[in-house]
């Protein structure tokens, strides 16, 4: 079955980066495009990006434009999101979807940023 | 970008209730480019309904969305003590973008 891990719970000061992994298994990786979504505490969910799993092509929203940029290692069915120039409002629990509905999700990688 | 308001913020109702949930968007949706989602807290959302009307595998069929245009509803017929959750409307267009949810609470 499909299965979607995303690396684990980190915390930042604010002007750095955070690097979130997302490993998908179950299926084949190149099939679906994998989006990055994030969620403030006890706000919405927020679309951050996207990346075609197979041409490496990507879109981003333009919200996140010039600080995320979404890789993918298709030899270790990874994807990444770098979230750059972080400040304290960039709190959240960020999860990678993926899935010809946007039906699987990872657990969710909560990153804090606070000096 | 699209712009998703969901009504009301929270419903109160107690088990065997229906539920009525609606989305409505900034401009025009495609039908095949609406779903809805289910999230209990701690946990990521999970799929309910896809392309407006259809579920998700698993699903229970007391679960239905309808609509088109730029108002959307999910029903829940009958609900169950694990239906008590927050729901949001996602569009998929060139992007993607999601309401600011429903809470059901249990009355």
């Known amino acids: 079955q499909v299965q979607i891990v995303q690396s684990g719970t980190d915390v930042k000061k604010p002007g750095a980066s955070v690097n979130v992994s997302c490993k998908a298994s179950g299926y084949t990786f190149t099939s679906y495009a994998i989006h990055w979504v994030r969620q403030a505490p006890g706000q919405r969910l927020e679309w951050m990006g996207w990346?075609?799993?197979?041409?490496?092509?990507?879109k981003y929203s333009q919200r996140f434009q010039g600080r995320v940029t979404i890789t993918r290692d298709t030899s270790a069915s990874t994807a990444y999101m770098d979230l750059s120039r972080l400040i304290s409002g960039d709190t959240a629990v960020y999860y990678c979807?993926?899935?010809?509905?946007?039906?699987?999700w990872g657990q969710g990688t909560p990153v804090t940023v606070s000096s | 970008e699209i712009v998703l308001t969901q009504s009301p913020g929270t419903l109160c109702l107690s088990p065997g209730d229906r539920a009525t949930l609606s989305c409505r968007a900034s401009q025009t949706v495609s039908t095949s480019s609406l779903a809805w989602y289910q999230q209990n807290p701690g946990q990521a959302p999970r799929l309910l309904i896809y392309d407006t009307s259809s579920r998700a595998t698993g699903i229970p069929d007391r679960f239905t969305g309808s609509g088109s245009g730029t108002d959307f509803t999910l029903t829940i017929n009958r609900l169950e003590p694990e239906d008590f959750a927050v729901y949001y409307c996602q569009q998929y267009g060139s992007s993607l973008s999601f309401g600011q949810g429903t809470k059901v609470e249990i009355k």
């Open positions: 990346i075609n799993a197979g041409s490496g092509n990507t």
């Open positions: 979807v993926t899935g010809s509905r946007r039906e699987f």
